[in-house]
């Protein structure tokens, strides 16, 4: 045993270029591994800290359609509780300059019992609230110029002035985390505030004392307050679908690259075997068993497999917290703490590499025990390619299932499975169609008297080296191309200019006749508003999140966000997305039933008639959106756009009137190139990994072929010798290398386009019920450059066979022979 250890870390050291494509291979599996698998865990674990550090200890949030007593609570199961009120004001502000156009703010007051406030941590302990006395943010004193123990006055329901006292300054924690212009107060305190002089609570805060028993509270009191709405912190639904979602697309990438790594991988092996054949014979003649022999060809993978798996974890635990940080927006102050991966996870990556890159070489290993003695003494290689009549049969049947699985289009499982067969599939049976059209050429150059070429499609379609660099650029290519398509694709989503317009403003609720100013303002040549919410809506009895917007009659002309909206929608119409018609089976000019403010006071039933299918969102990326005649929009959510959109000739002066003149009117003004940096930047790091991604794919497959090419050469060394000194120069040799990889590249690339297009079909299928839209733009142009691309990358392989040749020693392969 060591000899055998002693001979496998020799080979290690002296093959450092082989041991760095496997390492990297594992590297980047290990690492979308770890990336797929940890990140549900992890998202949950940071969004629960997230809302410790709002909500406190509490488990459950209710809202009620009607003020709750003194026995809310009772009959359930032994909890503590918060009762809350809150409302919007205005106060005073202090100006420092005398503008005429506002002299107040907009805050949120949260009124709290302070005993009850403190016990559920959502408060402070030495809070100073009571007794005329607020707590404040510091954030919102340093904007609005307060201090402890000065005087705001606070305007509520009856727009009375009520003066306070500032009782102490808070840090963006608990109640003061839910908004920067937080107000705390009492709850006697806010009977002043109110139209009926007493506070009304229609908020509750729960923290069941039992964590067991958080399921069975959520239960009772969904049926104590049937119109309530119930929220669990830890197992809120719609939570859980974006984790789910999000999970699926990493499981996707993660699929992708352990294919190309597993193509990758079982080719090198290849060459390490063929290698080590002169190890082997020298192991079997000193009487080394076959178990110890296999065990040894096996290990050294399995080395690569452990050593790989690490590294690639040590570099997901590394990036892990600005990665999981730039998923998870939320201010400083709030950020959670990102979690270390859970140990049966990293147990999981390094066992699963380990057991991969042991498989891989299973049957090259078993392969070269069966070789006799005598042959590997005298170097004996079968290079002629012959197909296995059970892989034949493997990917007919993978084909098949590929086909059956292609039409169940709502199912993410079948169309993981149809992802999976094509590729494989294509993998086992694309050696007939290499040595088809190799076939065909040989045909067509010997007719055309061409006979190095007529040489070159002969050993094309005939030698194990070149059929197998075909296969592994075919299944190389098209994965890569679907990964090019996907990113052209989002790229063009990425691109696509929403807003036509000079400066983007988002209001506050704010009703239009409030901003009318902003029209006379020099410099100004037009101004939309824009009417969008997010609503729970129901379809029949089915509740979902959506977007409901607010088109005008004619079309919006300062914003382009659809794909597929009717400009003309009537009062009684409905353009939908294209993922809601999909869920409950809806076409164009169906009637649809639609329950707007589902969780509302008042909900809203609408018939509707849907007017035509929405592709994409572009502004939210989803096709969960409905869009509403403008008017029907008003009667159901008021007449409270979500943006104002302006166009003129100076967009910063523009921008700077506004924000100096609107106070909390306006919550955000950017300009349009300001707002698309801010895009640009957000997006930068998927693109990247998208693009990295492409760039190791091709980087693996051409370092694949390399190895592929190689080994063939040595198996065909002698025949080269003997075809040099006959009669072919070492010129025409080259030359018949570079053309049989140009027919086995050519007729790749060839095949390729056509199987990634229908892999790029289910790709974008899965995208899709991820609830990730994308529409699919297939640039022919792009991608026939791309293909040739490729092509040429492929091509170049063949220097490396071509050089070894030139350093041929053919006196020396004679005599061996």
């Not at 599996?29 to 629960?48: E, I, N």
């Not at 030359?735 to 790749?748: C, R, V, W």
Request: aromatic share 10%.
């Amino acid at each position: 045993m060591r000899l055998i250890f002693k001979h496998i870390f020799k080979d290690i050291m002296a093959h450092k270029l082989r041991t760095l494509l496997l390492m990297l291979c594992i590297i980047v599996c290990s690492f979308t591994a770890m990336l797929c698998f940890d990140l549900s865990g992890s998202l949950r674990t940071m969004l629960k800290g997230l809302f410790a550090t709002v909500a406190g200890s509490s488990d459950l949030q209710i809202q009620t359609k009607s003020p709750v007593g003194e026995d809310f609570a009772d009959g359930a199961p032994d909890c503590n509780i918060l009762r809350m009120g809150g409302t919007t004001c205005y106060f005073d502000r202090r100006i420092d300059s005398d503008y005429s156009y506002v002299n107040r703010g907009q805050a949120m007051v949260m009124a709290v019992d302070p005993d009850e406030g403190r016990n559920m941590g959502v408060i402070r302990d030495d809070i100073v609230i009571g007794s005329k006395k607020v707590g404040i943010g510091k954030a919102f004193a340093e904007e609005f110029g307060f201090e402890v123990g000065d005087k705001i006055v606070l305007h509520g329901d009856r727009d009375i002035p009520v003066e306070f006292t500032v009782g102490s300054l808070e840090e963006k924690q608990g109640i003061f985390a839910m908004d920067d212009n937080t107000i705390v107060i009492s709850i006697e305190d806010m009977g002043e505030m109110t139209l009926g002089g007493v506070a009304e609570i229609t908020s509750v805060m729960v923290d069941v004392k039992d964590d067991s028993r958080i399921k069975d509270a959520e239960n009772f009191f969904k049926e104590k307050y049937p119109t309530a709405e119930v929220t669990n912190f830890l197992e809120d639904k719609d939570l859980e679908n974006s984790i789910k979602s999000i999970s699926r697309v990493f499981l996707i990438l993660f699929a992708l690259c352990m294919l190309l790594v597993i193509f990758v991988t079982v080719s090198v092996s290849e060459r390490m075997i063929t290698d080590k054949m002169s190890v082997i014979g020298t192991f079997r003649s000193l009487g080394v068993s076959s178990a110890k022999t296999t065990f040894a060809l096996i290990f050294e993978n399995a080395l690569f497999g452990l050593i790989g798996s690490c590294i690639g974890i040590l570099l997901y635990v590394l990036v892990k917290e600005p990665l999981f940080n730039s998923m998870l927006v939320v201010d400083d102050a709030l950020r959670p703490k990102v979690p270390m991966p859970k140990f049966y996870i990293y147990l999981g990556v390094v066992l699963g590499a380990v057991i991969i890159e042991s498989l891989c070489p299973i049957k090259e290993s078993i392969k070269a025990l069966r070789v006799p003695i005598r042959d590997i003494i005298f170097n004996t290689k079968e290079t002629e390619y012959k197909p296995s009549k059970v892989a034949t049969i493997i990917g007919f049947v993978l084909l098949a299932a590929a086909a059956v699985c292609f039409f169940f289009k709502d199912s993410f499982a079948m169309n993981m499975i149809c992802f999976v067969c094509i590729i494989a599939g294509a993998a086992l049976l694309f050696n007939y169609v290499t040595r088809a059209v190799a076939k065909l050429l040989e045909k067509l150059f010997a007719k055309l008297n061409f006979p190095i070429a007529h040489l070159a499609a002969v050993e094309a379609g005939a030698k194990k080296s070149t059929v197998g660099s075909s296969v592994l650029c075919v299944t190389a290519a098209a994965l890569a191309l679907v990964i090019y398509m996907f990113s052209n694709s989002l790229s063009t989503v990425y691109s696509k200019e929403v807003f036509k317009c000079d400066v983007i403003n988002g209001l506050t609720g704010t009703k239009p006749t409030m901003l009318s100013y902003i029209d006379q303002l020099e410099g100004v040549n037009q101004t939309e508003f824009f009417y969008l919410t997010s609503d729970y809506v129901n379809f029949g009895d089915k509740e979902e999140a959506i977007y409901v917007y607010g088109w005008k009659e004619g079309g919006n002309q300062l914003v382009d966000s659809f794909d597929g909206v009717d400009n003309n929608i009537g009062a009684d119409e409905v353009c939908l997305g294209k993922i809601i018609m999909r869920k409950y089976g809806l076409e164009v000019g169906d009637k649809v039933k639609m329950t707007f403010l589902a969780q509302g006071y008042l909900p809203i039933e609408k018939e509707l008639t849907i007017k035509s299918r929405i592709n994409i969102d572009y502004g939210t990326g989803s096709g969960t959106s409905a869009v509403l005649n403008e008017d029907t929009y008003k009667e159901i959510y008021g007449d409270h756009p979500m943006y104002l959109f302006v166009k003129g000739d100076d967009p910063k002066a523009i921008k700077k009137t506004i924000q100096d003149h609107s106070a909390d009117l306006v919550g955000m003004s950017m300009t349009s190139s300001e707002y698309m940096l801010q895009l640009t930047v957000q997006r930068a790091s998927i693109l990247m990994i998208i693009h990295a991604l492409i760039l190791i794919g091709v980087g693996l497959t051409f370092i694949g072929v390399v190895s592929n090419q190689l080994i063939g050469l040595e198996g065909r060394k002698r025949e080269c010798a003997v075809m040099t000194s006959v009669a072919m120069p070492r010129k025409k040799l080259s030359k018949m290398f570079l053309l049989e990889n140009m027919i086995a590249a050519g007729t790749a690339l060839l095949f390729a386009i056509p199987i990634g297009m229908l892999m790029s079909v289910v790709f974008m299928r899965l995208m899709d019920i991820t609830e990730n839209v994308i529409p699919m733009t297939i640039p022919v142009v792009k991608s026939v450059f791309y293909a040739i691309f490729l092509w040429l990358i492929f091509t170049l392989v063949s220097l490396f066979p071509i050089r070894a040749l030139k350093k041929m020693d053919v006196v020396s392969q004679l005599k061996y022979e």
